[in-house]
């Protein structure tokens, strides 16, 4: 059986095709003007990589901000769902994934299954979300991807006392141009946002494993934030932390796969 | 000469005024850049030399604003609340003020006056920037035009286009996103005059605003942005002749008189 799953989120497109259970291909694009267009680009270069074509593929599902009217896609589902499916596949010891996207960010617990429970997000504010990172790290004119190593250089992480992105954007200018030091800002800026991510997850039950997915999972100075502040150790995933909720998407594919038969 | 002067440095700009009085003698407008304590010297001794006046003739001095305690200041002013200077203000540009609205920069304020000119109650925005002066500044960025054109480009709309996302980053990508596809950017420039009118009511009607009704600050200066809240609020506002963005900078001189 092979399936695929697409993820077609605000900055970031995720494709993965799986092949019997086995991973055979994942690829991830900037976004492009369309949801469509986006779906289809990052999808012919997965099964480009896999050496298949549409036709090979038994079901797809889409998720995502953009996930709907994909052509190709069987039906569309929700990325908390596929999120927390697509954690559970990678170790079946998670019950606790913190996503954070580039516009919003979300808590969700699984059961003993993989299946959700209960979740939390926050869509409505940049604050806590990667667009807040990116924002930061060019005010702080620092490479998006030489953010987060920046808390591992100082005990002394600066604190960001604005919550709003726009806000928070003027406190880096003013504290650069008081002459703090970018290393000092930069470790802030990541435990604001672990603290953001923290605080949403607040009421849920976070027992059993923990990860982080979605693109700031990429940020080891969030990581560390967050590892202190749920007092638990982050699993790391085997997969990049971004392809999570394609990955999850193409495992929900074989459950529609197998409720519907296999198509031969 | 006897002066008091009064300098509100706010996150965009740096407002001074110096009065006597009761009276208006001087005013300073300057952009707050990274180092407002240094802009600030600068707008104090403008002010002195605008009045024909030396330190020495100065009374009292107060700052107030979001930089105030943040930053040392040389002239070593007293420290002004940012609600009791906006009261203030109010009440000296109209007489019978019962609520001041103060839409600046980073900040919106509402404020309930008592008949003695005292605060009563206030609201402000939340620490978020929608409904700002910066969200307005962002909006004309992305839509690549002049902050000060917004209201004559968004009086000219035959249609009004719904900001959905209140955040100030997810509205620069949606009104990005309806240009792209198509929409015209009179109606969208419209849709966020109106937007903002509508974070700035909402503030407003917590403190019950009523008449007379003072509204200040940067934004005050777009027409269109004090039409709709005046709309929405079913009052008119009244109409004085400073700039509105120098009222706090005007109360803050009045509490130090």
């Known amino acids: ?185 930069g470790a802030g800026v990541n435990e604001a946002m672990a603290q953001r991510a923290f605080a949403l997850a607040h009421g849920l039950k976070t027992d059993g494993g923990f990860t982080v997915t979605g693109g700031v999972a990429k940020n080891v100075g969030v990581i560390r934030s967050l590892e202190t502040l749920f007092e638990t150790e982050v699993i790391k995933l085997p997969v990049d932390p971004q392809i999570i909720g394609a990955l999850g998407a193409a495992v929900l594919a074989e459950r529609l796969v197998e409720s519907q038969g296999a198509r031969e | 000469m006897s002066l008091t002067i009064g300098i509100d440095l706010g996150l965009a700009m740096v407002k001074g005024v110096a009065m006597s009085d009761g009276k208006l003698m001087a005013q300073a407008l300057e952009p707050a850049g990274a180092q407002p304590a240094k802009i600030a010297q600068g707008c104090y001794q403008q002010l002195l030399d605008r009045s024909g006046a030396t330190a020495g003739d100065v009374d009292g001095c107060m700052a107030t604003g979001w930089a105030a305690k943040r930053v040392a200041l040389e002239f070593e002013p007293t420290l002004g609340s940012e609600i009791g200077c906006l009261a203030r203000g109010a009440r000296w540009a109209c007489g019978s003020a019962a609520t001041a609205v103060d839409i600046g920069a980073q900040i919106v304020k509402a404020v309930q006056i008592s008949p003695k000119g005292r605060p009563k109650r206030y609201e402000l925005s939340d620490k978020c920037a929608s409904g700002s002066g910066r969200f307005l500044e962002i909006m004309a960025s992305a839509l690549e035009l002049d902050v000060q054109s917004l209201a004559e480009v968004g009086a000219a709309a035959c249609d009004k286009v719904v900001i959905s996302a209140q955040c100030s980053v997810f509205a620069e990508s949606e009104i990005v996103s309806l240009a792209n596809t198509g929409a015209q950017v009179s109606n969208i420039v419209n849709g966020v005059n109106y937007s903002i009118a509508q974070r700035v009511a909402t503030i407003a009607m917590r403190v019950e605003a009523q008449e007379d009704l003072v509204i200040c600050g940067g934004v005050a200066k777009n027409t269109e942005v004090v039409r709709y809240l005046s709309e929405i609020l079913s009052i008119k506002p009244v109409a004085y002749d400073i700039d509105p963005q120098l009222i706090c900078a005007v109360g803050a001189a009045l509490e130090v008189a």
């Open chain 1, 1 to 185: 059986m092979i399936t695929a799953g697409v993820d077609v989120g605000s900055l970031s497109a995720e494709a993965v095709i799986l092949s019997d259970g086995a991973l055979l291909a994942a690829e991830i694009i900037r976004v492009r003007p369309s949801p469509v267009e986006s779906s289809s680009t990052v999808m012919s270069r997965a099964l480009e990589v896999a050496g298949l074509c549409l036709d090979d593929i038994d079901a797809c599902i889409s998720t995502g901000y953009g996930r709907d009217n994909i052509p190709f896609a069987n039906k569309s589902m929700s990325e908390i769902s596929c999120h927390g499916k697509g954690a559970y596949w990678c170790d079946a010891s998670i019950r606790t994934i913190v996503d954070i996207g580039g516009q919003d960010c979300k808590a969700i617990t699984v059961d003993e299954n993989g299946d959700l429970v209960d979740f939390k997000m926050n869509e409505k504010c940049a604050a806590g979300t990667g667009r807040f990172l990116e924002i930061i790290s060019k005010a702080l004119g620092v490479e998006l991807e030489a953010l987060g190593p920046l808390s591992f250089q100082t005990e002394t992480p600066l604190k960001i006392v604005n919550r709003c992105s726009v806000f928070a954007e003027y406190e880096t200018l003013f504290l650069l141009a008081e002459g703090k030091s970018i290393v000092e800002i």
